[in-house]
């Protein structure tokens, strides 16, 4: 069983810039990515972007590109999610997720463990 725990959500002005954490409580050895989602209300999870931790080969949502950027830790387990250039429209619940599998890595399908969410709110 792998837990994750997010932190680092919170609420900001259009324009400002988050930064989300996730760590992971195994090895990141049997894990193959990590990702993060986010739910708004009444909207379906999307996914957001994920890394391969083995080659930390990245891929995003179009809605985030040149704004967002994943990233590994030094320590394999943790992952970031540095969010530039807020608007309001980025306004959800963040989950981070992992998967020791294979599949569509911006899909929820492919994901085994799920945090608990950390909420991040932009104004206008």
């Known amino acids: 069983q792998v837990q994750l725990v997010e932190s680092g959500g919170g609420s900001v002005q259009a324009g400002g810039s988050l930064r989300l954490s996730c760590a992971a409580s195994?090895?990141?050895?049997?894990?193959?990515?990590m990702a993060w989602f986010r739910q708004a209300p009444g909207k379906e999870r999307e996914g957001v972007a994920a890394?391969?931790?083995?080659?930390?080969?990245?891929n995003y949502a179009d809605s985030v590109k040149g704004r967002f950027t994943i990233s590994q830790g030094n320590a394999k387990n943790t992952v970031y999610l540095q969010m530039n250039s807020l608007k309001p429209e980025d306004t959800a619940m963040y989950y981070c997720?992992?998967?020791?599998?294979?599949?569509?890595?911006?899909?929820?399908?492919?994901?085994?463990?799920w945090g608990q969410g950390t909420q991040v709110t932009i104004s206008s």
């Open positions: 997720a992992a998967s020791v599998g294979v599949g569509g890595n911006l899909s929820p399908g492919t994901y085994n463990y």
């Open positions: 195994r090895s990141p050895y049997s894990i193959n990515i």
């Open positions: 890394i391969y931790i083995r080659d930390t080969t990245t």
